[in-house]
Each structure stands twice: as structure tokens, then as C-alpha cells.
């Protein structure tokens, strides 16, 4: 029997790349430097975060967006009008991020952050940044960020396009669904030591559930499936719902969507469907425009 070498049975491991985290940044303290364009993309990221963020920038600086956060949706928890000034502008914080036109201040700014062992990200300085800001994709609880390790920014969003292309329409509430599923699973079986069956049972869900049909779970529905779990059984879509001839025959909303709007996940391409709906419009309009023509140039002559 061949026996697999260990350097092919472990996972490689690649150097030079970055820790991608999903930082859980609520209550803490984060400073915004800046109230141009490039703030307002990073308010956005700490918000989507439910960090506490404070903006320091003087008003005469701040971009329409920035005003519109500020002063109407009020989703800054703490304006500060003024320019960095020194030190004690960034003692206290978790985390520091400047996006602002002056090298020299935000260099200083950086030092003074890492001295006092606060995360600093200084936008587009890559030597002062402790971590990179990526492209994003949110769908529901579901976060996809793309880096390139910051050799290709625009990359990194075109790479962002081509993924949100080939996702599912329901993977956002599907994954909502299972976190309620989850949360219902660890109500009934709390137990520490049931572990290891509890993520086994819930893999066996996942697996046999598409991502629409999680995402149209309803709670009787999710209560049957949780009656199986003294039996060890996991109840699949027909077991819950039954067969139905009809069902089968009418397409998905996601395959529907996909096939009328969407691109082929692998290459990115119109879908044929939508190709040929469009061939079809656009092969009746020349029709119609060449027997126009015609019909114009016979009655002149
Ligand atoms: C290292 C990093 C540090 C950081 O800022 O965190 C950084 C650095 C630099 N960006 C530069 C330029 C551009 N940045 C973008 C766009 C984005 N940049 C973002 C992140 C990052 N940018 C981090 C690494 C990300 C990674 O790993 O790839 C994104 C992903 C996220 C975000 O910023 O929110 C966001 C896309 C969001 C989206 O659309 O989804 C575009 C394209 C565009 O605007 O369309 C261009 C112009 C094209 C080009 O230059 O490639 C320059 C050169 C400045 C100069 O030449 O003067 C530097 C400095 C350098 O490379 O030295
Ligand atoms: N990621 C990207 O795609 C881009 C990044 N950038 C980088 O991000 C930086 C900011 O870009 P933008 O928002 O477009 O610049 P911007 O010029 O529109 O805004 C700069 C902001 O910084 C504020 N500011 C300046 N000095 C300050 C200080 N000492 N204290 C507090 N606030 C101060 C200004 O009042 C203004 O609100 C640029 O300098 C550049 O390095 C720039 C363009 C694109």
C-alpha cells in the first residue's frame, strides 16, 4: 500500500501573505484622521464593523459624504473639527486609520500610534500600515475580502467583481437561516460534550440543504428538521417538504436569476440565456432598421 509522504498530506504552507482576520471591533475605540473620499470608503468599513468611531478633521476638509454621516445620518458616534495636532489626539484608541493629503503628518501620526502599540493603517502608505484594507464583498453576515497583498489594488477589485458574479442571490439569507438553525441546535443540546455530533449533524444539514432552500426555511420547518436529532437523522428537503412534481419543474429564484442576468461563475461571461435574448433583440432590430431602408430608398426612387 503506498503510504502518502508528509509534505504532500499537510497543507503548504506559502509565506509572504497577510493574516486575513475578521476583527470584532465592537466598542472598540477607532480614529478616523480625514474627511475626504477616501475616509468616507474607511467610515464604512468600521461602521459595517460596529466600531465606535471617532472623526477628527476640521469641517472647512470634510466631503459631502462625510457631512451627510456627520451631520444627518449621524453614524459617527464622535466628530472632533480640528486637525491632528500631536500625541494625546491618539492615546486611547484601538485602532488609528488616516486618509489624509499631508505625508509628513501622517508619518508622524503613525510613529506616535506605534509607539503606543495601537493598529495604525495609513491609507496608501503601505510601509505605515500595520494591516491592508482589502475589496469587500457584504452579503448579510457574509464578508469576502479580496488582497492581493498589496501588489494590485485594482485587482483586488476586479477579482471582488468576478466572485460577486458567481454568488448565489440567497446566500446571504441561507446563511441566516443556519445561524438561527445553530442557535435553535444549542438550545436543545447544550451540552459541551455533545460537540463533535453536534458539528457532525450540522454538516450533514448543510450539505443536504441548497442555499435556497435554506434560505426559505420557515421555523416549522426548521423545528422538523431539529426532531431529528435524537435519531441521529438528518432530514432532507423532500423529507420535510415532500415531492412535488410541480416544485421540481419550476426553476429556482437564484437559477432563474442566474440564467436571465447572470455569467458563467467560472470564465465571467454573459450567460447563454442572456446572450440569446439579446441576439434575438438585436437581430429584430436590424430587421426592422434594413426594411425600413429598403422601404425608404424604393418609395424615393
Ligand atoms: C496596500 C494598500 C494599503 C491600504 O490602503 O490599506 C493600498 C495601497 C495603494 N493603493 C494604491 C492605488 C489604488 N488603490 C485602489 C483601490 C483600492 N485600494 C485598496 C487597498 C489598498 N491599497 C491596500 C492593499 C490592497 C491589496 O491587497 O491589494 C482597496 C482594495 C481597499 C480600500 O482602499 O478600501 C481599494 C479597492 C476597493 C474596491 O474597489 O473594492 C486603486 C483602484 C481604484 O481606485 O479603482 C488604485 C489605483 C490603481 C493602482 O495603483 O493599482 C496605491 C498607489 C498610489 C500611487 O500610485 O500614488 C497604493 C500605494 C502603493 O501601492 O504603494
Ligand atoms: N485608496 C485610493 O483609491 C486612494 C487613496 N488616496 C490616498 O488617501 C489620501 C486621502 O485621499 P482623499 O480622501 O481623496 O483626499 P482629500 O484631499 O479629498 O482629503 C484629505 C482630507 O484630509 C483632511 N486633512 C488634511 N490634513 C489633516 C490633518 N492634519 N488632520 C485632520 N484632517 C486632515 C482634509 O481636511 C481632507 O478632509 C490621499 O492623500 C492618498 O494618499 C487617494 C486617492 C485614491
Known sequence: MSKVPDHEKYTKICPGGGLILAWQLKDKKVLLVGG???????????KDADGHLTVMCPSSGLCTEM??????????????????EGPEDIAGYDLVLTAIDDATTSRTICQIARSLKI????????????????????????????????????IAATTRSLIERAL??????????????????REKVPE???GARRMRWMIDVC??????ELASLTPEEMDKILSGWEAGKVYKPRDVRGISVIRSFIPSKDSLYKSLFGTCPVVGYVS?????????????GATLAVIALRTKYSSAR
Do not use: H
Not at 36 to 46: E, F, M, S, Y
Open 36 to 46: 475626504g473620499n477616501v475616509a468616507a470608503g474607511r467610515l464604512i468599513n468600521v
Open 67 to 84: 457631512k451627510y454621516r456627520i451631520n444627518v445620518e449621524k453614524s459617527v458616534d464622535q466628530y472632533i473639527d480640528k486637525s491632528y
Open 119 to 154: 493598529p495604525v493603517n495609513v491609507a496608501d502608505v503601505p510601509p505605515e500600515c500595520d494591516f491592508y484594507f482589502g475589496s469587500l464583498i457584504r452579503r448579510g453576515p457574509l464578508q469576502i475580502m479580496v488582497s492581493t497583498g498589496g501588489k494590485g489594488p485594482r
Open 168 to 185: 448565489p442571490v440567497s446566500i446571504g439569507s441561507a446563511i441566516e437561516k443556519v445561524g438561527i438553525l445553530r442557535a435553535k441546535l
Open 192 to 194: 459541551p460534550n455533545k
Open 207 to 212: 450539505d443536504a440543504w441548497s442555499f435556497d
Open 272 to 284: 447563454p440565456w442572456l446572450a440569446g435574448i439579446g441576439g434575438a433583440a438585436l437581430g429584430v
